[in-house]
């Protein structure tokens, strides 16, 4: 008579069931909405330590604006498109990096460092058997006599990062002094900046490797736009191979201030329309330099999150739908771009799991074949211009 009927204790259990499946779903919404937080302020924090780094390279670019008083080029910009990894001889259709070299103002702790590595270099070519603290005074001895001049060359190239996934990129990047040379084997040496294709035997993607050093991990994508005397309009998010009529009136992907024969056709790194031919690389009167440059870059999330998708199926080269493991968790938009190993998709539309509509091989990648599994990035994309101080057009040529 004082304890509880079945039915009492039905609805109490049914209540409390109730309360704790709503206690759930808050705690499962708050911890979902703290690591999304979580992770857009990391997203976020790289993005913006990207802009700064290359943004930082970038502003320190060198040119002359007029080339009245000049008596040789020595401020030669080049952008080219070329394949990733710079291998003497690239697989048919492979996927291309933009690859930029320039003259750049030196910071003076960065020229005595190159300097010194030059200097040091020059002492034990003449005597190879002198120990380190000998061949350290010779070095002092001679840096007293070489003037800091404040000018170097920068070279810039996105690389295949090391690791399980073929998605992820490296800016590399090295500074040399003027007509400063490397090794590229044995007794061979040779200056980057005259040699017009990087890659080709003259010299090779590892000796380019050898030379720089990574500024920027844990990139998807990297992409240069120079705004010259026909530029109307920035290129939309797919970079395209240069020399296509698509970029008329638009920003370019190539460039070579010296407009000295070096970008003719896609085999040296892309078609650029101001190119004049060899005799103009010696008369630096003709020269065009860009106004600005555009730079795009995609950071990709930090590895140790859940990743932004995975297939569910695999996906040839040729399909134009994948199938994602609950689609409603990627957070990508109902159009846009995804990363799967080393190429870049664009898709329509989302429907459930599915996304439809893509367009393979985007931003100068290979189509390839993805087996289930595999993961899909979004990365948070960053977007700035830099003024280029020096632009100089050429409205007779």
Known sequence: M??????????VMGLLSGFLLMLVQLVDSGVRMFGEGELGQALADRSSRAQRV?????????????????DRCGDRLVLQQLPIGLPTQPERGASLVQVLRAAVHL?????????????????????????????????????QNEPLRGLGQLLLVPWRQEGPDDALLELRAGWLLPGQLIPIGPDRLVDPFVVPVPGSPDLPGMAVYRMTLPILQDLLHVEFQAWGQRSRAWGDGNLAAAGAEVFAGKALPVWDSARGGWLVDMASGGVFPFDRGAPSAADPR?????DALLVRCVVAQPADYAPEGLLAAPLEAADTTLRL???DRFPGRDSGYLKIRGEWIGYSERQGDRLLGLRRGQRLTKPLD???GSRVHV???????????????DWNG
Do not use: C, W
């Open 107 to 143: 910071a003076p702790d960065r020229e005595l460092a190159l300097v010194e590595t030059m200097l040091l270099a020059r002492v034990l070519a003449a005597t190879p058997t002198l120990d380190d603290a000998t061949a350290q005074k010779q070095v002092a001895q001679l840096r």
């Open 379 to 393: 990365g948070r994309s960053v977007e700035f211009v830099v003024p280029m101080p020096h632009g100089k057009d």
């Open 2 to 11: 004082r304890g509880f009927t079945l039915i009492e204790l039905l609805v």
């Open 54 to 70: 290359i943004q930082a390279e970038l502003t320190q670019l060198y040119g002359n604006a007029t080339g009245r008083d000049a």
């Open 370 to 372: 993805h087996p289930a």
């Open 325 to 327: 493991y609950d689609g």
């Open 286 to 290: 003709d020269d065009v330099h860009p």
